[in-house]
């Protein structure tokens, strides 16, 4: 009779044994929820991160077919690194030469052709509006037709037709125009240039590798401008290729193709070149080439968190598997009485399922709410806003949220319920029922492999999180050749005329007497950025075929000094080196120690007075070497050293005027910077930064990925360290009366303390023994991205173990004093 009852026993009897036996063990079932649910919660975080960096540009319609063009050299420019801009003829060409090519659009950054940008607005009724605009791409009319960037209004295939026309953002109309329709209204560049808004786009959204707040068309220069231009390597050409295209086979044609139409210049200078097709929604992660439009993010980076996440999760599920085969010394007698009643193992392996479940369940109702309420302050924290996708479709258009959701809290409830149901239910009644132990050493062993496993991702997270923070402090703190700190960088005027010279001169000699003022500089570039113009530079003896290919800067002769950066042989330029840089006029030039070794010389002090020639423009210049320049970081520390040749220009200006103030009075120094930049530049609008804050914007993906690591290696520890809280006090649980006893025989605390904690320690051992190659291989991998980066000190492989260590002694001992400290008589009453 009882037999057939247990057979019939309901899905509610189910459920009301887990209920009861859930909270019967209140504490387990808490640190089984909270840490499924932080596990759960902490990789749904990583992988909508991941699917946010994954998910770059796949919103445009033609994204399997999109590509762009870039270019690498060999020969004599084989030291410069493949491009990501090519020659504004590359589209025009291929769209006539290849069938496989229906469309394309070239787009290039606005600061190529002027030095900044006022934008200004003149209402009808109240005060003018003027900003300095920094995004602004010049590109083809066929832009909004080759990219999906969504029309507020205006027509796709003609807003950028017209050379005077113009396409803004949402933001930017409104911040010109506010609720009035911006269709027709008139802007005016630089005071002077009436551009027509024609169309207004979506603000560009976050996952674009093209930024851009405002279009012009490229048809300002022209009706066909740049179509046979092949001598300017600036422009990112993109092409639609039709549906089917074999990329392999169209790649095959470019060699024949690059001949056809750089073959004489190719000759002529000793250098080869090739183009390759790049797909658009590849850019971001995979591509890391010069001039690329914004800094980009990284595969494997981003294969490594999600890794991470995998890792979290794991550590989670494990410890619901170690607490639950820990416990069925306490769940061995239910099980005996059950089955000697008639219940059979297929029934207690769905009990301990269900438990899996609804305590999975739980965690995942726990997870939405940590997820939803920390969405805003995560975004924050990793500086992208990625909460807007969050439940909208991801890889490969599927619900990416859901389909996880149901994937994690199946997988999840399966793996975890698994081993204990079938452990638990496997148990012979008539041996539990006598009081014989059911920890078999097997059982002992797979939770010892268990958490050894869950000691060597936490160490290997933490020495992660260790490597890149180092690297990232390296890169900020290190030494760049020169001094950033206190120097301010003032935009110079977009608004000129024809005594912009004077107005220069002016503004100059009038910071030098301003006392909070220590030095000032005018140049064409600045430290944080990659120098725009590059040319090829040789020895004056040499023919084409030594051309070396150089970045060439504009400073004046307060460059080194306002920076601080160390001349190692010759003198520094004087006002006097200016010329006008016309075909074989001489001139004094400044070059780095790149050159120097670039050039031939033996040494810095042979270069000094030596002859040079440099290309600018389409003419050799001919110069005398007057100094050499410690090389210095011009870019981050990812990259190496440029080759970099500085000369006098002929003219007041640049396109940044770099003021080096006194750290005491820098609020005041900005005040009267700005008096004097408005007299001096009517009508302009004053723009600075300050160049450290600026340099390490190139840092900002960096900094991202060392808070995520350390965010996520913060909770991993964290669902270790509440595993094992309950698994050591079970384990003291079960040794309560063994400590008894040991204490009534003499036993200290201090020695009940080593002897519960032992066994633990011996686990952290084991697992730093198999981490630290693991770290070794990871941690050198991932450095060989940088030019200049850490040593692998000694550090690094000690301090990740020891500080598990100590957590891991911190919270067992937490447990272990209490009953180490308890009465022995309370332990051993019932013996």
Known sequence: MLKALCKQLTVQNYFKIARRNLWRSKGFSAINIFGLAIGISACFFIFQYVNFESD??????????????????????????????????????????????????????????????????????????????????????????????????????????????????????????????????????NGRVPMKVTAVFADVPENSHLKFDMLVPIAVFGPKFGEDNWAWPEFYNYVVLAPGTDIKKLEAKFPAFIERYLGPKMKE?????????????????????????????SEKEIYFLAVIGVFILFIAWINYINLSTAKSMERAKEVGLRKVVGAEKQQLVIQFLLESFIVNFLALIVAAIIIFSLTSSFNHFIGRDISTNFFSTGLGGKPFFWVSVVAVFVSGALL??????????????????????????????????????????????????????????????????????????VKAPAIRDSTIGNQFGYFKAEIQNTSSVIDASATSDIPGNMIRYRNSVRKASQDKQHNFTTYLMEIDEKFVPTYNIQLVAG???????????????????????????????????EAIN?????????????????????????????????????????????????????????????????????????????????????????????????????????????????????????????????????????????????????????????????????IYLAASTWLDN??????????????????????????????????????????????
Not at 578 to 600: D, F, H, Q, R, W
Not at 809 to 828: D, E, F, G, R, W
């Open 269 to 297: 200078l000793n250098f080869k070149c090739a183009f390759q097709l790049q797909k658009v929604t590849d850019i971001h992660l995979t591509s890391n080439y010069l001039k690329e439009a914004e800094a980009n993010g």
């Open 416 to 489: 975890v319920g698994a081993y204990p149901a079938f452990v638990l239910s496997s148990f012979l009644p008539v041996r539990v029922l006598k009081g014989a132990p059911v920890q078999t050493g097997k059982g002992i062993s797979l939770r010892k492999v268990l958490v050894s496993f869950q000691f060597v991702l936490s160490i290997i997270l933490i020495a992660s999180t260790f490597v890149v923070f180092k690297q990232f402090n390296f890169m900020r703190n290190g030494n760049l050749g020169y001094e950033k700190d206190q120097i301010l960088i």
């Open 610 to 774: 030596q002859d040079i020639k440099f290309v600018l423009g389409e003419d050799d210049v001919l110069c005398k070497i007057s100094g050499v320049v410690k090389n210095f970081h011009q870019r981050s520390l990812k990259e190496k050293f440029d080759p970099i040749l500085f000369y006098y220009p002929n003219y007041q200006g640049g396109k940044y005027i770099s003021v080096k103030l006194k750290a005491a009075d820098a609020s005041r120094g900005i005040s009267d910077l700005e008096s004097l930049y408005k007299k001096a530049f009517p009508g302009n609008v004053f723009e600075y930064f300050f160049l450290d804050e600026y340099f390490n914007r190139q840092y900002e993906a960096d900094a991202r990925l060392g808070n995520v690591f350390g965010l996520f290696a913060i909770l991993a520890i964290m669902v270790a360290c509440m595993g094992l809280l309950g698994l050591s006090s079970f384990v003291i649980k079960l040794r309560t009366k063994e400590i008894g006893i040991r204490k009534v025989l003499g036993a200290s605390v201090s020695g009940l303390l080593v002897l519960i904690s032992k066994d633990f320690v011996k686990l952290v051992c084991i697992a730093s023994v198999i981490a630290i190659p693991v």
């Open 56 to 189: 770059y540009d796949k919103f445009n319609t033609n994204a399997e077919n999109l590509y762009r063009v870039p270019i690498s050299y060999s020969g004599s420019m084989a030291n410069v690194p493949t491009t990501a801009a090519n020659h504004p003829a590359v589209g025009p060409a291929m769209k006539a030469d290849f069938p496989e090519v229906v469309d394309f659009v070239r787009v290039v950054h606005a600061s190529l052709f002027m030095n900044a940008f006022t934008m200004s607005y003149t209402p009808p009724v109240g005060e003018p509006k003027s900003f300095n605009e920094s995004n602004i791409y010049i590109t083809d009319a066929s832009f909004f037709n080759v990219f999906s960037y969504p029309l507020i209004s205006g027509d796709k295939k003609t807003c950028l037709s017209n050379e005077s026309s113009i396409a803004i953002s949402e933001s930017e109309a409104k911040k010109y125009f506010g609720q009035q329709n911006p269709i027709g209204q008139t802007l005016k560049l």
């Open 571 to 605: 003198k520094n330029l004087e006002a006097t080196d200016s010329s006008s840089l016309a075909t074989n006029v001489y001139t004094k030039v400044l070059i780095n120690e790149e050159i120097v070794k670039a050039l031939g010389f033996k040494s810095a002090e």
């Open 786 to 831: 940088y030019a200049f980066h850490i040593a692998l000190g000694i550090s690094i492989f000690i301090v990740p173990p020891l500080l598990l260590l100590i957590v891991t002694l911190i919270t067992i001992c937490l447990q272990s004093l209490k009953a180490a400290l308890t009465n022995p008589v309370k332990s051993l009453r019932n013996e």
